[in-house]
């Protein structure tokens, strides 16, 4: 089974910094994707940034960014100049096609993040 | 373009009763998952329906269960419910979720007393 750890509960950032989430994740897949999802205060899980596992080059949308490690399965997700709308809980996740087709998706347990003005 | 739409948006629900929650996914999606959100938790899997059929379950008892009609909407079931049935029931939609990821709904708050 895999799971996806997220070791940073809470984090704050001022208003125009950059700050960075933390996510690793266990697996003997070879083929997965990840994924960052934030959901603000109205409960919407909304996609951030998706990354290919079998895709070497980092994922970039925007201010959003993330730091892939295959080998020591880190997914780490960084926000440039952050802003007020930012603050919200960001979940990483894991997905993989299961039998019969499925694809399962695998939550950490967050981090809220509070961007400061 | 509407996203994914849930219904209703809160609820309360003594022990023991029955609960029907309501998912119509995206346009042109046709593929739909719940997920059961603990307060202060990440969202748990508790199964994805395609085609009309149950394709996949996470570690959740039988009693819950869920039915996707021919028009891909979904309806979660949830029989004598419990205290620890009280959370955030999230259904999200996709075509192809590897591709493309998923699009949730904003959720069902319930709440059992």
């Known amino acids: 089974a895999q799971t996806v750890t997220q070791s940073q509960p809470e984090m704050s950032v001022q208003e125009a910094e950059t700050v960075t989430l933390s996510c690793t994740y266990d697996t003997s897949e070879n083929n997965y994707y990840l994924f960052w999802y934030k959901q603000p205060p109205s409960r919407q899980m909304i996609l951030v940034i998706r990354?290919?596992?079998?895709?070497?080059q980092n994922a970039t949308e925007n201010r959003f960014s993330v730091n892939f490690q295959k080998a020591a399965k880190s997914f780490s997700l960084k926000i440039s100049d952050s802003q007020l709308g930012d603050t919200a809980m960001y979940f990483c996740a894991f997905m993989k096609h299961g039998s019969g087709g499925y694809q399962k998706v695998t939550f950490g347990t967050g981090t809220k993040l509070q961007v400061i003005p | 373009d509407a996203g994914v739409t849930q219904s209703p948006t809160h609820l309360i629900k003594t022990r023991g009763q029955q609960v029907t929650l309501r998912c119509s996914p995206k346009s042109g999606h046709d593929t739909v998952s719940w997920y059961q959100q603990a307060l202060g938790q990440g969202p748990q899997f508790i199964f994805q329906y395609y085609e009309e059929e149950e394709r996949q379950r996470g570690n959740f008892p039988d009693r819950f269960s869920g039915h996707q009609f021919p028009n891909y909407s979904s309806e979660l079931n949830v029989n004598a419910l419990l205290l620890g049935d009280s959370a955030l029931y999230l259904c999200?939609?996709?075509?192809?979720?590897?591709?493309?990821?998923?699009?949730f709904g904003s959720g069902t708050r319930l709440t059992v007393v």
């Open positions: 990354q290919e596992a079998y895709k070497q």
């Open positions: 999200a939609s996709s075509l192809d979720g590897l591709l493309y990821g998923y699009t």
